[in-house]
């Protein structure tokens, strides 16, 4: 292992190489790393399985420490399809913590639009609802927390680079690394803004109460960057992005020479209202807009639509590659689209006895 020194406990803080041992976990290589900590391939010899370690970066504060744990403890409480799953906490040598996750072969929202540009329509949306399955779950469920439990968390940093798509076509929401409960400020010290400034909801960039529709519109800004390839609020400094955000000022979907469903420059305008009060009230609210675009420029399931994408992105139909004619399948949406919310595959239920228990309403998709 190498080691550097940590000028914040003055102890020596060693980060792992390929080839060192954790535990039972032989380190294999990096696979990214954050402002705090770095996250590992790791192979389990006796499990013979492969999983995701994050460790703490050398030079951590106290409050990244703090944060870490909190992250763990959250996660631990989880258990949904669309969020990386945690399997357990160790030390290394010196006493700096790890996490042992789930290792996600895919790809993040950041590396697709980096390789390829903007994403279809298709894929855009079917990615956008299923961070909306993961968020509604967060927002509503009980977490016990050094020993009192809250009602709901913000995950307060969704951003391209905290979502995942699998070589399966699978979604995963990561990095609960400043994620808190909705009526409390875990980790805040005096005015500091957490989270990646440029998707951050103008409340939270004001340093200004949040609730969980601060996450919806980082969201709509990530749906925004997928489907033009562009970011929303692309301004270089923080003077000027504060400007710009605090006061809405986005180009529009239209304003990109691309053809967009009128319904979904309307979903990523609403998500992204200045005031709270004006967006979605919830993740639900959100995804039953999404899916309702969905069905109008495609006819297979979400999951399949990513699938077939991840396998080869040009099987996936762009939306803006149609004829400027309005097709037969817009003017029915058009003419009845009321009735096209009702194919909406959500339904409220319990979706376990814990789950039950605790009153927590969960998502289901119904095929």
Known sequence: MSGVVNPYN????????????LGPYIIQGPIGEGG???????WHEELETVRAVKVLKHGYKSDARERFFTEAKILADIRHPNIVEIFDLGYMER??????????????????IGSGGRLPVAVALSIAYCVCQALHYAHLKNYTLYGKVYKGLIHRDIKPENVL??????VKLMDFGIARPSEVSLHTVGAKVMGTLVYLSPEQLNGGPLDHRSDIFSLGTVLYEMVTGARAYPQKTLAELVQKKTAGQYKPL???GLKFPSRL????????????QERYAGAAELAYAIYAVLR???DLPYSDILASYMRDPKSIFDWNDQPKEVTKQENESSDNKD?????LPWIIAAAAAGIAAAGIAVLMFIR
């Open 10 to 21: 003055e102890q020596l803080t060693v980060m792992p190489v390929a080839g060192d041992k």
């Open 296 to 298: 109008e420029v495609s």
């Open 36 to 42: 705090s900590a770095a996250v590992f391939k790791v």
């Open 254 to 256: 239209s304003s990109h």
């Open 339 to 343: 009735q096209g919310l009702g194919k």
């Open 95 to 112: 006493g700096e913590p790890y996490l042992v996750l789930e290792y996600v072969e895919g790809t993040s929202i950041k590396e697709l």
């Open 165 to 170: 798509v699998s070589k399966g076509g699978g």
């Open 265 to 276: 420059e309307q979903v990523v305008d609403k998500a992204m209202r200045i005031d709270p």
